[in-house]
């Protein structure tokens, strides 16, 4: 099964009223080649852009991994949403240019979709990142060990 990119848009519409500060954000899909990694996130103009790799996420039969996947990306927008200008682009530079600061932003935004309620979607996500050894997202975000002690450990 392929997905098309309404597929993706109709995730991203239904799952985005669980982070407030882009409930009502103009959030584009973008279907198209990507060299380093799988689904790229980010600001542009008064809106946001999710770009979704056609080499391999179309492909992905488990929803709940895409949508684990789409959720992270929402929470990287739910956290940078006050950020404007000087700060933004700072803030864009340190996570293109420092291994640890990336690391810990990945984390950061992996812990605001669990909190966001979609602590099983970054579970299947994070299977699915192992899975295939995407080595671009491996390094990067909550273990499966830290994921299962937050969600798992009291259901």
């Not at 882009?22 to 689904?39: E, M, P, S, W």
């Not at 996947?69 to 420092?98: K, P, V, W």
């Not at 992996?110 to 970054?122: K, M, P, Q, V």
């Amino acid at each position: 099964m392929v997905h098309r990119k309404e597929y993706f848009e109709g995730i991203v519409s239904q799952i985005k009223g669980n982070f407030p500060r882009v409930r009502n954000a103009q959030i584009d899909v973008v279907l198209k080649k990507i060299k380093r990694y799988h689904f790229i996130g980010y600001k542009e103009n008064d809106g946001y852009v999710i770009e979704v790799d056609t080499e391999t996420i179309p492909h992905v039969g488990s929803k709940r991994a895409i949508v684990g996947c789409l959720a992270h990306e929402l929470a990287h927008f739910q956290i940078d949403e006050g950020l404007t200008g000087l700060a933004h682009r700072q803030d864009t530079e340190r996570y293109n240019s420092s291994e640890v600061y990336r690391r810990k932003e990945e984390k950061l935004a992996d812990l605001e979709a669990i909190l966001r309620g979609f602590g099983r979607e970054i579970y299947s996500m994070r299977l699915l990142v192992e899975k295939n050894h995407w080595k671009n997202s491996s390094n990067y975000g909550l273990t499966l060990k830290e994921i299962r002690k937050l969600v798992y450990s009291n259901s």
